[in-house]
């Protein structure tokens, strides 16, 4: 029997015109061909005494007889689109050899295969991936070493009738959804799902079941076809920072998809928002707001003479977010909580009978015959100051009704008061205002004693001990 290798090949020229197939046999006779043996060619091509560049490399085994054909056994069709071919190997092969399956879909137009080249094992199957449901299959099986392919396998059919689809799930919108708070206006969330079969569709608010009768979230399913289920969740305000997440589940698995919602700043202002009627004024407080967003950084009491101002006009008072209370005078009082993201307010109407402090830096000089009193407007007057008042005593126990007192035009801002020589001397301002009295001032005293007079004089040494010297004048 004569040995030898039959050689085929075309080539193109340099405008692209491919020549017609030559066809050159090597015999074992003229090139030493042997049986059983590797061998690695390459082609050029002489023209005008230049040659091409080689072309590809290519192995020829010469062996006698390519391997034999594996016998598929069984194909079992699994529940996520795929399959496992198991096979008896060639008996001519060893335990690990090259193979190649391939499969098609034989109700497909496009008769190619797809191939997938593998190295079998002693379990002896292969997985086939992305299979498409309710459709039927064909395979086969080959010894494939790169080199000779073996037989082929007898064509085997599957079909992919009952295998179920993993969901595939779409959120509308997709990406992140950023809103100003807004108690009216309602937001909703679609997901949109489509498997075979189909699938149980459910909803997590920050990774917790959502309960059926909820007050705040409802959802309803409509199916579009047998296969697509859209689910929607409806959220009754734009008030609170969540994660949504739709899942859906059926034989195959489950598929999950989540979207954040966050709004800007708190979605409901402060909340048990009060006042408590004091000597002075008044003390506003308030509860931190019910769906926060988020950690509030500062509480914002806006207060004006008119609830008409834009906000802008109004002034304000900037405090900690872990502040609950402040004292105020008289204004509308709007509180607002802020986070990061932004904030909400809630307004309350403060109306203070009378200055909501007293007369400030009030002062007393003793001079020959009697005293000088001075002091400075409220810095809370709550209106215009109408009157001052001028308590004055030589005892400072006496209740205030019994202390004489003097009553001056608005404008004023001293007095002198007319008095005997005497060891002590009390007095106390108020001012009053259209609405009514404000707060009186703290005592402010001139005490003498005619025969001694201490001075006390203070140093600190470094125990931190305070020493007192005493001495006459």
């Known amino acids: ?78 529940a996520n689109g795929s399959a496992i071919v ?13 193979y190649t399956v391939e499969y098609r879909d034989v109700s497909s137009f496009d008769p190619s295969w797809t191939s997938l080249e593998f190295e079998s094992d002693s379990s002896s199957e292969v997985l086939l991936s992305g299979l498409l449901p309710n459709r039927t299959y064909e395979t086969r099986l080959f010894v494939n070493g790169n080199i000779v392919h073996g037989i082929c396998s007898r064509t085997v059919l599957f079909s992919t009738n009952q295998t179920a689809q993993l969901p595939e799930v779409s959120l509308i919108p997709q990406e992140e959804i950023v809103l ?19 699938s149980n569709i459910r909803w997590l608010v920050d990774g917790n079941p959502l309960p059926v009768d909820h007050s705040f979230y409802t959802v309803t399913n409509t199916a579009e076809d047998d296969n697509k289920i859209t689910s929607t969740i409806h959220i009754k305000s734009r ?24 709004i800007r700043g708190p979605g409901s202002p402060p909340s048990a928002v009060a006042l408590q009627s004091e000597r002075g004024g008044y003390t506003v407080t308030w509860q931190p707001p019910s769906h926060p967003n988020g950690n509030i950084t500062k509480y914002v009491v806006y207060h004006s003479f008119n609830k008409e101002y ?78 001052y008042v001028v308590y004055h005593s030589f005892n400072k126990e006496y209740p205030l009704a019994d202390w004489q007192k003097l009553v001056l035009d608005g404008t004023e801002n001293s007095v002198r008061v007319l008095s005997e020589a005497e060891d002590a001397f009390y007095v106390r301002v108020q001012a009053a205002a259209d609405s009514g009295p404000g707060v009186i001032s703290d005592i402010v005293a001139v005490e003498k004693d005619s025969k001694l007079r201490a001075l006390l004089h203070f140093a600190v040494d470094n125990l931190i001990r305070l020493k007192h010297f005493w001495g006459k004048v």
Request: charged share 20%; with cysteine; hydrophobic share 35%.
């Open 1 to 78: 029997m004569k040995m030898g290798v039959i050689i085929k090949w075309n080539y193109r020229n340099i405008i692209g015109i491919t020549k017609p197939i030559n066809v050159v046999m090597c015999l074992s006779h003229n090139y030493d061909i042997r049986p059983a043996t590797l061998y690695r060619l390459r082609a050029t091509v002489l023209i005008n005494q230049a040659e091409s560049s080689p072309s590809k490399l290519v192995l020829v085994n010469t062996r006698e007889a390519a391997a034999k054909s594996p016998v598929i056994q069984s194909v079992k069709v699994l």
């Open 86 to 98: 198991q096979f008896i190997p060639a008996d001519d092969v060893d335990v690990k050899t090259n």
């Open 180 to 198: 100003d708070p807004d108690v009216s206006q309602p937001l909703e969330v679609k997901c949109s799902v489509i498997s075979s079969p189909p």
């Open 239 to 262: 008030t609170r920072n969540d994660d949504l997440t739709c899942i859906a589940a059926n034989p195959a698995g489950q598929v999950s998809k989540t979207i954040a919602v966050r």
């Open 310 to 387: 834009p906000l802008a006009d109004w002034q304000k008072l900037v405090l900690d977010g872990t502040e609950n209370s402040v004292r105020t005078r008289n204004d509308d009082l709007t509180c607002i909580a802020a986070n990061p993201a932004g904030q909400v307010s809630k307004t309350i109407a403060v109306r203070i009978r009378g200055p909501g402090s007293p007369p400030s830096a009030v002062a007393l000089q003793s001079e020959r015959g009697g005293y000088t009193v001075t002091w400075q407007p409220p810095s809370h007057p709550n209106g215009n100051i109408t009157k």
